[in-house]
């Protein structure tokens, strides 16, 4: 197994808290590194840490060994939908780099790995046959986490559709639930060693982003197509599962659902029932049909014809019992009837994306989920900030990123102590990757990805995850980041 250092990057030697000369029995980073003990001490042995990519964000090689166009290769190329004009052609070039790659996730001393696979690496057209090389891909990938002792983490939809499937219909169309269906079956069968697999990642994105805003992949506004879309998605999910499930896998199923606490603005009235209708969209619009086997009332009755069509047994199997739940939480979300935009004050920190760093949300979401629901495991299965990084000298000072990585991680632990059966968290992202529509201008990563050379540098961020996992490895220079945590 290869150090950090030895994947191609720079190991920042950052400034010590305290002289070593002085500790030497506490190396460098005395301060945080209990603190750090302290927080880690919060969660049992096996608790599972992880980081989180996902394939089209980060494998670039889009034209190579059999791939077929996705829509998100589409998209990029429509003038103006993606803020800084890039695309993910080469993105980290995750696909020629994969050994490299994998020694630098090792050396982060995570449990766990969340990837994705491309449905069009894997099957070009979305139906008919598979492609060999894309298979091997992944099978590598799982084969060289395995080596490394990290579980495999895969999701199979994460938002990559195979162009040719959207040109006959895409997800506004039943039969791309059965075609979901097909390939999840295949990649269960065929690549083992799978821990968890998780269908779909973040339905609400796909339908509300991709289909009613149109600001990502395919780029449609019409609100009704949206809400077949979602339920499309869950159908393909619950088909999904049983699919899997009866070809003999035995690792977990999972869904992923990206959540946040939706407030009203304001005490107003107005503010108060649009937060509850949000709520409806966002977060029971998914939880009802999977964990109480129907639609929630009022949000049908205010989608009224553009609710979607239901065939009877649909809700019936996208209820399927799941191993777990992933949830993404990134912040939380504020409602106002008159539509403008929530205004923050200056007390409140916001990240690149101009997100509110807002960590007791999270606590608040799990405990009132635990509340609502009859819930499998939970898992946290992304979270972490963009922030503008500056790469000086081979290190990246990511303070902020440090700060809002530990605040998450205390409330994650905030919410176990109050009961919630919450098993693992993944850090989004392992690297500076295409951010969606905002392309390679939102830097995410732990690892800063430079676009020019592609080499990977850790972050104090980074550092920081490999001494809260592995306290006693090798010493590494105290992430100067920590610094500023209490
Ligand atoms: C989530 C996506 C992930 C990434 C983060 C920032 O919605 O699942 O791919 O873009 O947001």
Redesign the pocket.
Known sequence: MKALSSSGSATPDAAPLVAATERPDAARGAVSAQHLARLRSRFGQDFLWGVAT?AF?IEGAVAVDGRGPSIWDTFCRIPGAIVDGSNSDVSCDHYHRLEADLDLIASLGVGAYRFSISWPRVQALGRGAWNRAGMDFYRRLVDGLQQRGIAAHATLY??DLPQALQDSGGWAARDTALRFCDYAQHVAREIDGIAAIATV??PW?VATLGHESGIFAPGIRNRATAMRVSHHLLLGHGLALQAMRSSGYRGALGIVL?QSPVHPATDSDADRSRALLEDGLTIRWYMDPLFRGAYPHDVLDHLGSDAPPVEEGDLRTIAQPLDYLGI?Y?TRSLASASGEPPQHGPQVELTD?GWEVYPQGLTELLLRLKRDYALPPLYIT?N?A?FRDTIEGGQVHDAPRVRYLLAHIAAAADAIDRGVDLRGYFV??LFDNF??ASGLSKR?GIVHVDYQNLQRTPKDSALMLRQFLRPCADPVAAPSGLRDTP
């Open positions: 996902s964000q994460h938002w990642n973040e994105v990206n993404n990134y994306m992304e972490g963009a989004w992202s951010e969606w995410f």
